[in-house]
C-alpha cells in the first residue's frame, strides 16, 4: 500500500512540491494529455526533490500496472462497447421504459435507470454518457423535455458508470489503498443505488414542477402486460450484469474473472442473434484499445507520483497542515468532500484516485474514518465533481455529443447535483451507509 510508505515525521510542504504541482496544472491548461501531464510532474518532483533516485522511474512505471485486478478494466470496458454494438444496450432502455411509462415523467426515469443498468457492466461515466445519450436525448426532447435539461438528465444518470459496481474507480482506489475490489464493490452497492434514486428523485420533483413529460395514468394489468413485453423481448441481455453480480457477491468470481465471463456471454449473445460479426472485431478491439489506452498510461505515470509524494511527506504534511486549522471531524470531512468534489470537475477519476487518496486518506484515517466509508466517500464525491456546473466533465461529454450550450446544461444540472451531494454526506457520516452489507470485521 502506499501509503504504509510515510513516515511520521512532521514534514513542511515546500516547493519542491509546489513547483511541479503548478507545472502540472499549466500542461493541463495547455491541454497537454493528462498521462504526459502527470509525467512531467513526476520526474520534475523527483529531480527537484531527489527523495528516490531517478533511476527507480522505470521499474515503477512497468510495476505500478503489473496488477492482476487491472485486467478487469480492459474486459470492462469491451463489455460496454461489446453491448452497444450487439444492440443489448436497447434491451435494457426497453425494459427500463416498460418498468416507468405508469408515471408521469416515466421516460426521463427510464433514462435514469438505464444509466444504471448500463454502467453496472462498463463501468465507466463517460462511455454510459455517451451511449445511453445517443439512446435518449432526441427522444427525451420529443417526450417534451428541454434539450438543456435532457442533457443534464443523461450527464447525471451517467454518473453512476464510477458509483454502481462493478466500476473501475473501484478497482484502482483498491490497488492504490491495497483493498479487495470485491470488498469495495459490495460496500458501494447500496451508496450506488441511493445516488440513482436521488437522480430519480430529482427528476420527478423537477418534471412535477415544469410538466415535461405527460404521459403514465395508465392501468395496473396495462403496466404489467407491458413489462411482460419488454422482458419476453429482452430478457437475455440481463444475464450480462446477472452474471456479474452473482459471481462477484457470491464471491465465485473475482472482478477480473467477471469481467471476462461477461466479454464472453455477451459476444455469444451478439452472434446468436446475428447483430455481430467477426468483421466487427477489429473496430471493436481498436474502439476498446483506445479508452483503455488512456486510462492505463495514466495510472503509470500517477503512481510514481503518489510514490514520491509518500517519499516527501507530503501526506503528513498535509494532515498537519489541515488539522492545524481545525481538529472538528465534521470539518475536516467536509473539507476532504469540497477537494474531491472541486477535483472531479477538472480532472479524470484515475489520476484523482492515485494522486489524492495517498494524501487524504491519512486524514481520514486521523479522524477514524472507516477505511471502506472512505473509498466509497471518495468515489462519490468524485463523481458528483462530474457534473458539478461550470467544469463537471460528464456535461462536457453531452455537450460534444449534442452541440448544447455548456452553460445551459450546467444550469440545468443544479437540481441533481443537490440531492447527490445529499447522499455524499450521509456517505460521509453514517459509516452503516457503506458497510451495512459487509461482514463485522469491516465495521
Not at 496488477?67 to 478494466?73: D, G, I, N, Q
Not at 472512505?374 to 453531452?398: Q, R
Request: net charge neutral.
Amino acid at each position: 500500500m502506499l501509503w504504509n510508505q510515510m513516515s511520521q515525521e512532521t514534514v513542511v510542504i515546500g516547493w519542491d512540491f509546489y513547483g511541479p504541482v503548478i507545472l502540472f496544472v499549466i500542461l493541463i491548461a495547455l491541454g497537454v494529455p493528462v498521462w504526459a501531464a502527470i509525467g512531467a510532474g513526476a520526474v520534475t518532483m523527483l529531480v527537484v526533490s531527489e527523495v528516490l533516485p531517478l533511476s527507480l522511474l522505470g521499474e515503477s512505471l512497468f510495476d505500478g500496472i503489473d496488477h492482476f485486478a487491472l485486467t478487469a478494466v480492459p474486459l470492462f470496458i469491451l463489455t460496454g462497447d461489446v453491448l452497444v454494438r450487439t444492440g443489448l444496450s436497447r434491451k435494457f432502455l426497453d425494459v427500463a421504459e416498460a418498468l416507468t411509462n405508469w408515471a408521469r415523467g416515466g421516460f426521463g426515469s427510464a433514462t435514469v435507470l438505464v444509466c444504471g443498468m448500463f454502467s453496472a457492466i462498463s463501468g465507466s461515466d463517460a462511455a454510459g454518457a455517451a451511449a445511453v445519450g445517443r439512446m435518449t436525448i432526441d427522444r427525451l426532447v420529443e417526450s417534451g423535455y428541454p434539450r438543456p435539461y435532457a442533457c443534464a438528465l443523461v450527464a447525471a444518470g451517467a454518473c453512476t458508470g464510477i458509483l454502481i459496481p462493478p466500476s473501475i474507480a473501484y478497482i484502482v482506489i483498491g490497488l492504490v489503498l491495497g483493498i479487495s475490489a470485491s470488498t469495495l464493490f459490495q460496500a458501494a452497492l447500496i451508496p450506488g443505488v441511493l445516488i440513482l434514486v436521488s437522480i430519480l428523485v430529482t427528476n420527478i420533483v423537477v418534471n412535477r414542477r415544469y410538466a415535461y413529460e405527460a404521459g403514465g395514468l395508465i392501468s395496473t394489468r396495462e403496466w404489467l402486460g407491458n413489462l411482460g413485453r419488454a422482458l419476453a423481448r429482452g430478457w437475455y441481455a440481463f444475464l450480462v450484469p446477472g452474471v456479474i453480480f452473482w459471481g462477484i457477491f457470491s464471491g465465485r468470481l473475482t472482478p477480473t474473472e467477471a469481467g471476462a465471463t461477461a466479454v464472453v456471454i455477451t459476444i455469444i449473445l451478439g452472434f446468436i442473434l446475428g447483430t455481430l460479426k467477426l468483421s466487427d472485431f477489429p473496430a471493436m478491439m481498436v474502439s476498446s484499445a483506445k479508452v483503455n489506452g488512456v486510462i492505463l498510461p495514466i495510472i503509470a505515470m500517477s503512481l510514481p507520483l503518489a510514490q514520491t509524494m509518500a517519499a516527501m511527506g507530503v501526506p503528513q504534511g498535509f494532515v498537519f497542515a489541515v488539522t492545524s486549522l481545525t481538529d472538528n471531524e465534521y470539518m475536516l470531512i467536509l473539507l476532504m468532500i469540497l477537494i474531491l468534489i472541486a477535483a472531479g470537475c477538472v480532472m479524470e477519476t484515475t489520476p484523482n484516485i492515485v494522486i489524492l487518496a495517498p494524501i487524504l486518506f491519512p486524514l481520514s484515517q486521523e479522524i477514524g474514518m472507516n477505511e471502506i466509508q472512505f473509498c466509497v466517500m471518495m468515489i462519490t464525491a468524485l463523481g458528483v465533481g462530474f457534473i458539478t456546473p461550470p467544469l463537471g466533465l460528464n456535461l462536457f461529454v453531452v455537450s460534444g455529443l449534442t452541440g448544447e450550450s455548456i452553460l445551459k446544461i450546467a444550469a440545468r444540472a443544479i437540481p441533481f447535483v443537490f440531492f447527490m451531494l445529499l447522499v455524499v454526506l450521509l456517505i460521509a457520516y453514517l459509516p452503516v451507509v457503506s458497510t451495512a452489507l459487509l461482514p463485522a470485521i469491516y465495521k
